[in-house]
């Protein structure tokens, strides 16, 4: 992993207003508070007309959620951020603040699948959208279609882990005039900095490694301030999805650890990844770095503790029988914290449609934490022979 010593750097700070004899706080202050009182009526008012950049009401701004903000606008090396109460709303701040009906948006990669929940309701306004699962530019130019006003980057991808060449599509879309958005919550601002690589937008659920650890659901969106600008106003304050004080700090405690999480993260998963590799009961693993290595290494500084793999028996008998036996891995949904978790697409009885949708059924989700790898394998080989 080559981390920017800047970006740890700007993780692991932290501080608040100097108190009354100057000393300083060592974490942000958490300012609990619905609204904000103003000296007198103007300074109210100056401040309604310009909600965005002024302190009236929590729903809109509020300082602690303000320090994540520039926090996560610095690490994306970008103008602007909004944090938000969750991932999905970010993503549907992007997609309600710019689109408008007869508006298309491609969906390039496999797309968490909320993601592409929305985009289906959002056909009720009249917005179309399709997906392209052949990531190559060639294929993504063909399919951009006149109306296409929206190219959304999920590198990883979702389940399968495969990346797309960022740059190379940003290129081809800011060609044809299309805006592009990257859901950036795999590999965090500290190994992928989308922006740099020619994308308009980043999307997170800080829900994941930037909160780390599994006790709070945030998201954030950075870009450029005049878009940030635009859909804080169309999306944003009216669509209520504020992020909490409370829950601002939580993730900027997160993020002071994130670097060293990362690191572990990274070599753990790697090492269980590779036993995985060898061993006969598994027909694939789905590993960025094991998959894709040369643009892994151009694209990613390095790779996180979420990947998937596929058992060689994809029956759902024998995934559900595997993942009941595991004893380290908690079942669950979401993924980025301190404990493993193991999930699988698969049901009773959707191995048709997940094959249509280009996932194999015995496809096993993985997110290593940081109980450490030999305890991981023993836990995966146990269970690999159950
Ligand atoms: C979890 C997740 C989201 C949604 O974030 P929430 O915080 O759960 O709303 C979006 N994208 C990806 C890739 C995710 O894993």
């Known amino acids: 992993m080559r981390l920017d010593p800047g970006d740890v750097a700007l993780c692991v700070a932290d501080d608040g207003p100097p108190t009354a004899s100057g000393a300083r706080p060592a974490a942000t202050p958490i300012v609990q508070t619905s609204l904000f009182a103003h000296p007198d009526?103007?300074?109210?008012?100056?401040?309604?007309?310009?909600?965005?950049a002024s302190h009236v009401y929590t729903r809109g701004q509020n300082p602690t959620v303000e320090t994540l903000e520039r926090k996560l606008a610095l690490l994306e090396g970008g103008e602007a951020c909004k944090a938000f109460a969750s991932g999905m709303a970010a993503v549907s701040a992007v997609l309600m603040g710019l689109l408008e009906a007869g508006d298309h948006v491609l969906f390039v990669n496999h797309t968490y699948g909320p993601t592409?929940?929305?985009?289906?309701?959002?056909?009720?306004?009249?917005?179309?959208?399709?997906?392209?699962?052949?990531?190559?530019?060639?294929?993504v130019a063909a399919a951009l279609r006149p109306e296409?006003?929206?190219?959304?980057?999920?590198?990883?991808?979702?389940?399968?882990?495969?990346?797309?060449?960022?740059?190379?599509?940003?290129?081809?879309?800011?060609?044809?005039?299309v805006l592009t958005c990257m859901d950036n919550s795999w590999a965090t601002p500290l190994l992928q900095k989308p922006l740099a690589l020619g994308v308009d937008m980043v999307v997170h659920s800080a829900t994941k490694y930037l909160g780390g650890h599994s006790d709070v659901v945030a998201g954030a969106l950075v870009t450029s301030a005049a878009r940030l600008q635009r859909i804080f106003y169309?999306?944003?304050?009216l669509n209520g999805g504020a992020l909490a004080p409370f829950n601002a700090f939580l993730v900027l405690r997160g993020l002071r650890t994130l670097p060293v999480r990362l690191r572990q993260h990274e070599a753990d998963a790697l090492e269980v990844a590779r036993y995985l590799e060898t061993h006969d009961a598994v027909a694939a693993v789905h590993h960025p770095a094991l998959r894709e290595p040369e643009l892994a290494a151009r694209q990613l500084a390095g790779t996180t503790g979420l990947f998937s793999f596929e058992l060689a028996d994809a029956s759902?008998?024998?995934?559900?029988?595997?993942?009941?036996?595991?004893?380290?891995?908690?079942?669950?949904?979401?993924?980025?914290?301190?404990e493993s978790l193991v999930i699988t697409p698969s049901r009773e009885d959707n191995a048709a449609a997940l094959t249509a949708r280009g996932i194999?059924?015995?496809?096993?989700?993985?997110?290593?934490?940081?109980?450490?790898?030999?305890?991981?394998?023993?836990?995966?080989?146990?269970?690999?022979?159950?």
């Open 116 to 139: 592409l929940q929305l985009a289906e309701h959002l056909g009720r306004f009249g917005i179309t959208h399709s997906t392209v699962l052949d990531v190559s530019p060639e294929a």
């Open 234 to 237: 169309r999306a944003y304050l």
């Open 360 to 386: 194999p059924p015995g496809l096993v989700r993985l997110s290593v934490g940081l109980e450490s790898a030999e305890l991981l394998i023993a836990d995966l080989d146990q269970a690999l022979s159950f």
């Open 316 to 338: 759902y008998a024998r995934v559900r029988r595997f993942i009941d036996a595991l004893e380290h891995f908690r079942i669950g949904v979401s993924w980025g914290g301190v």
């Open 41 to 52: 009526l103007s300074s109210l008012t100056d401040a309604l007309a310009a909600e965005h």
């Open 148 to 177: 296409t006003k929206l190219v959304w980057l999920e590198s990883p991808g979702t389940m399968l882990f495969r990346l797309v060449d960022v740059a190379a599509v940003a290129e081809l879309a800011r060609k044809r005039g």
